[in-house]
């Protein structure tokens, strides 16, 4: 079993829709959960961070963990074509190595 | 946020050739540095860390005489693959961590061996 799993999709939305991208995590000493966006062919780039469980928005975005459930979210409001990339979460434990987990990626389409 | 580069964005050798893909650091001083690789449609996979000033650690089954890589400075790391193999294209990442929560890519270096 993976230590964070999520849907590949892809998922495909029309314009303006709410998007909810999810992952799930076994190993309890995850204590960072991290979002990041990956457009074709460039690197991830950091979206939302938060630690332990709790909700963080930021403009369209909010990121929501349940260390109860091991469950980690991401919510995209009015969702924009330029949205349309892989959406990548990551965790990681509060030791000294930095070391990331990555979840498989989700695809998404947004239509226009 | 924090600025990683990597140079090349892309290059393309011969089979048996080696190739040096380096990873900085533009605005902040990384004692530490990820190098990741990333095939088409899949996530990415931790290959090696890069530690300033000492060995770096490979993750299991990444082969260590394959994937060399130096961090020569606080801003600096090099992965060189050595005798390049078709097998070895692949898109290649690194990251640094700004703090716990933060941890910043380059923008990718794609290497085809024909």
């Known amino acids: 079993q993976k230590e964070v799993e999520q849907d590949p999709g892809p998922l495909s939305v029309p314009e303006g829709a709410i998007v909810s991208l999810n992952c799930t995590y076994s190993n309890s000493a995850f204590q960072y959960f991290m979002w990041y966006r990956q457009y074709s062919r460039k690197g991830p780039e950091l979206l939302m961070y938060t630690y332990s469980s709790g909700n963080k928005e930021d403009g369209r975005f909010t990121a929501q963990v349940d260390k109860s459930s091991k469950y980690i979210s991401l919510f995209i409001r009015d969702s924009q074509p330029s949205d349309s990339a892989t959406y990548l979460c990551a965790s990681r434990k509060m030791d000294s190595s930095y070391k990331l987990i990555f979840g498989s990626g989700t695809r998404l389409l947004v239509r226009p | 946020g924090a600025v990683v580069s990597q140079h090349p964005s892309w290059v393309i050798c011969k089979s048996g050739t080696s190739v040096k893909i380096e990873c900085r650091s533009l605005d902040f001083q990384a004692t530490t540095m990820f190098w990741y690789r990333q095939f088409p449609k899949q996530s990415l996979m931790l290959m090696a860390t890069?530690?300033?000033?000492?060995?770096?650690?490979?993750e299991q089954g990444v082969e260590k005489d394959k994937f060399l890589i130096n961090h020569a400075s606080l801003t600096l790391s090099t992965l060189t693959v050595t005798s390049a193999h078709p097998e070895d294209s692949s898109f290649y990442i690194c990251?640094?961590?700004?703090?716990?929560?933060?941890?910043?890519f380059g923008p990718g270096t794609r290497l085809t061996v024909t």
């Open positions: 990251s640094a961590p700004v703090g716990p929560y933060e941890q910043y």
């Open positions: 890069s530690n300033e000033g000492s060995k770096a650690t490979y």
